[in-house]
């Protein structure tokens, strides 16, 4: 069983940054792939970023390329969204993911998911 709890949201103006925290519990960690999903107010989960179990080979949506960056400690069971240039598009509620193989598109597909974290951009 593996627990996740994502920390970092908050409110930031457009252009801002914020960084994501996503902490899992169990000492089997390092056998997930990992990966952020958001939703918006009315619109379904939309995967942002995934990286695989060694943290070699990473992932990004298109809407996001060049602005968010996915990382992981697999010494701290801890995973990561560094999110810049943050647009009013942005603004979603952000889970993180687990899943023993690659991240499914779908969040419920996936073997664990989080509670999220709010994250609102102001225009």
């Known amino acids: 069983q593996v627990q996740l709890v994502e920390t970092g949201g908050g409110l930031v103006q457009t252009g801002g940054s914020l960084k994501l925290s996503c902490a899992a519990s169990g000492r089997t960690f390092s056998s997930f792939a990992m990966g952020w999903f958001r939703q918006a107010p009315g619109k379904n989960h939309e995967v942002v970023a995934a990286i695989a179990q060694s943290g070699g080979a990473t992932n990004y949506a298109d809407s996001v390329k060049g602005r968010f960056t996915i990382s992981r400690d697999n010494a701290k069971n801890m995973v990561y969204l560094q999110m810049n240039s943050l647009k009013p598009e942005d603004t979603a509620v952000y889970y993180c993911?687990?899943?023993?193989?690659?991240?499914?598109?779908?969040?419920?597909?996936?073997?664990?998911w989080g509670q999220g974290t709010q994250v609102t951009v102001s225009s």
């Open positions: 993911a687990a899943r023993t193989s690659g991240i499914r598109r779908k969040i419920y597909e996936n073997d664990y």
